[in-house]
Each structure stands twice: as C-alpha cells, then as structure tokens.
C-alpha cells in the first residue's frame, strides 16, 4: 500500500494491511504517531473443584 505522508513523501507498507490501514488512517487525519492495538491476554478458565 503506498500513500503520501505529511512531508509529501510518499511512504510504502509492505505485508502488514492492519499496519497498512492504521497508517495511512493517521496520515489522512494529519497524526505524527501511531498507535499499535494491545493484544488481549488470553484467559484460561478457572480450574473445576470436584468435591465428593
């Protein structure tokens, strides 16, 4: 995905389309940083207590 950046450059992104579409998001709305999603931790269930 190309697209242009606040400097008129013109910017390439290779591989990732999320990064892609993140980037070029910031770029049309003028932002100097862009932020990456946090990965949710995965939850593992709680271990059953059998009791007799």
Known sequence: ???YTN???V???NG????GR???EAATKNLSTVTTPKK???EH???AVNSV
């Open 1 to 3: 995905m190309k697209y």
């Open 7 to 9: 400097n008129g450059q």
């Open 11 to 13: 910017a390439t992104v």
């Open 16 to 19: 990732d389309i999320a990064a």
């Open 22 to 24: 993140r980037y070029f």
């Open 40 to 42: 949710k931790k995965d």
């Open 45 to 47: 269930p709680a271990p």
